[in-house]
């Protein structure tokens, strides 16, 4: 089926259509934008250029994708913002282009971000990720696939959030948030395993009981982050998801939150 434009949409002559595509009253689509097959983009949503919908993606009113980075060092470098397959954006949304640091913004597959979420440029969002309203990340922001983030949650630069984590509402987060973790605050703070949340995606109980002996040993212990690495050497079951949680916490550069 061929794309159906409302006769008030803009659409640049160099943009990219798929089969089936939806675009309604006064929506702009601006230059090198490639929508793919099924896209359904709401009234008066702007793509400004350098932006890629996979297919299914759904847009909501207003949303305003492609802008250019806020970040005074930008020179107008070719960027983009690339959005995953079944993704959906509801209205009012921004994400802005990546820098030179990624030169891209991402988000991944089958997520959804709800009304006035912020993505500063080169932020990377991964699959199944639900961000709820009004929650603002700054630039080079990291979610895992599965996180799952609470309204008015206002992120800092170059944060990483793990997969399978969950952070309350209104929360403040200015370090890493590990894989696996309940957060909530301002400032933030940990509140054990996402115990609930890992049920649901079939994590086994052998495997729950094990994050919880990393979790106590990494964050209840009086041992800091080096000895706690060298314990878990001897007495943890370094499974796939017991070493993606020790290797989060070893790596982080920002510090984790506490």
């Known amino acids: 089926m061929s794309a159906r434009i409302h006769p008030t949409a803009i ?26 097959d099924g896209v359904v983009i709401g009234a008066r949503a702007t793509l400004e250029r350098y932006v890629t919908l996979g297919a299914g993606v759904k847009l909501g009113v207003g949303v305003a994708l492609g802008g250019d980075p806020q970040d005074t060092k930008f ?6 913002v690339e959005i995953g397959e079944g993704t959906v954006i509801r209205d009012y949304c921004t994400i802005n282009r990546g820098t030179t640091h990624s030169y891209k ?12 979420v912020h993505l500063g440029h080169d932020c990377h969002v991964g699959d199944h990720v639900v961000i709820a309203n009004g929650s603002q990340f700054a630039g080079h922001v990291t979610i895992g696939e599965r996180a799952n983030i609470s309204g008015l949650t206002a992120v800092h630069q170059f944060v990483n959030i793990g997969a399978y984590s969950f952070i309350g509402g209104c929360s403040r987060v200015p370090k890493d948030i590990p894989t696996y973790i309940k957060a ?6 940990l509140y054990g395993l996402n115990t609930v949340g890992l049920q649901r995606n079939g994590f086994s109980e052998e495997v729950l009981r094990e994050l919880k002996r990393a979790y106590r040993l990494f964050f209840r212990s009086e041992l800091n982050v080096s000895q706690a690495l060298e314990k878990a050497k001897g007495e943890l079951t370094m499974s796939g998801e017991v070493k993606t949680f020790v290797d989060f916490v070893a790596s982080s550069e920002r510090g984790v939150v506490i």
């Open 11 to 36: 659409v640049h002559a160099d943009a990219v259509l798929g089969a089936d595509v939806d675009i309604g009253p006064y929506a702009i689509i601006g230059e090198q934008c490639v929508i793919g």
């Open 184 to 189: 909530v605050g301002n400032p933030v703070k």
């Open 75 to 80: 020179k107008g470098e070719k960027t983009v």
């Open 105 to 116: 913004t991402t988000v991944g597959k089958h997520c959804f971000l709800m009304t006035y």
